[in-house]
């Protein structure tokens, strides 16, 4: 019985893994840093630039080691490498331990490209001592019983266990204590959330409940404080609460604010779908849409944005 849920754990896995990889956009960054002997390292395709208006500071010649290591050999961009350091999830001067991970990982049969998923979305792994942390905590690792407990749990919220939400499920679970877990339920319900509406939320959006209390609350003040919203409306679009704070709801959070004061949206407009929008698309349809008002909202836009960098440039840990 073990066996057969073992090769169905792993099956979901990789289906899981294979479907984010199709997905994932892997941007290079020229770097004078010699590369590293990894078995990780490839030659990633440069993909186009997202569209953005405003484009943060020129990329220094010289980067920390780490930040070297993650741009050559997982094909992060300068700005997010530079951000996982600031943020003190990577912080080693030698390859010695991030290549034991990576070799951790090749041992227990994960092929490359999940490997670079998964740094990708946690880089603070490469400083783990995968032998005394790995094993004990990460979801992919879990013992069989947990593994059962966890099974069974999600299916018992109603998720497909062939889907790749039920990943998404799992993962969230088994990433998040119970205490943790009952906290974050308590403090969505602390914003007019009931029991049911998180449940709902959390099979829509299961990763939602990776995101960090102290983010929630600040996601949940300016939504609810600062505009003036339902918070329920975020129960539609629970993904929300994932994305960046600083870079992403508070920019568009204001634009349609303004919108909404200056009577140029309907009153009964939903709320969160702005907040799906590619930048690109969302500039074209709440910005530059309105020919009167396009520069006094680019202006709010663009002022957000540019300070969101200077705090991350300086080295200001964003919440998760």
Not at 4 to 27: D, E, G, P, Q, Y
Not at 80 to 90: E, I, P, R, T, Y
Not at 147 to 161: A, Q, T, V
Request: glycine share 4%; hydrophobic share 40%; net charge positive.
């Amino acid at each position: 019985m073990s066996h057969l849920i073992l090769t169905t754990f792993r099956t979901m896995l990789k289906k899981w893994f294979l479907s984010n990889n199709a997905v994932l956009c892997f941007i290079t960054t020229k770097s004078t840093t010699p590369k590293f002997n990894n078995p990780l390292l490839h030659q990633f395709p440069i993909s186009p630039r997202r569209f953005c208006t405003i484009t943060a500071t020129s990329e220094s010649n010289t980067h920390p080691f780490s930040v070297s290591y993650l741009i050559n050999n997982f094909g992060f961009s300068h700005e997010s490498a530079l951000k996982a350091f600031n943020n003190k999830q990577v912080r080693f001067n030698t390859p010695d331990n991030a290549d034991s991970v990576i070799t951790f990982f090749q041992n227990h049969g994960f092929p490359n490209s999940n490997i670079r998923i998964i740094i990708q979305k946690a880089p603070w792994l490469l400083s783990s001592q995968p032998h005394k942390r790995l094993i004990r905590s990460r979801p992919f690792l879990i013992c069989s019983k947990d593994l059962i407990n966890s099974l069974e749990e999600i299916k018992g919220l109603g998720f497909d266990p062939s889907t790749t939400t039920f990943g998404y499920a799992l993962l969230a679970n088994n990433c998040t204590s119970k205490k943790l877990w009952d906290e974050k339920v308590d403090v969505l319900k602390k914003w007019g959330w009931s029991d049911e509406d998180v449940i709902r939320a959390f099979r829509c959006h299961p990763d939602m409940m990776l995101t960090s209390i102290e983010k929630i609350n600040l996601v949940m003040s300016f939504w609810v404080n600062q505009l003036g919203w339902d918070s329920l409306a975020l129960t539609k679009r629970p993904h929300i609460l994932t994305h960046s704070l600083e870079k992403w709801i508070v920019p568009r959070g204001l634009v349609v604010q303004f919108l909404l004061m200056k009577g140029l949206r309907k009153k009964n407009a939903s709320l969160v779908t702005p907040f799906r929008y590619s930048e690109k698309l969302f500039l074209e349809k709440f910005v530059f849409s309105f020919k009167e008002e396009s520069d006094y909202l680019l202006k709010i836009y663009e002022e957000k944005i540019k300070l969101a960098y200077t705090m991350e440039n300086n080295g200001m840990p964003f919440p998760n």
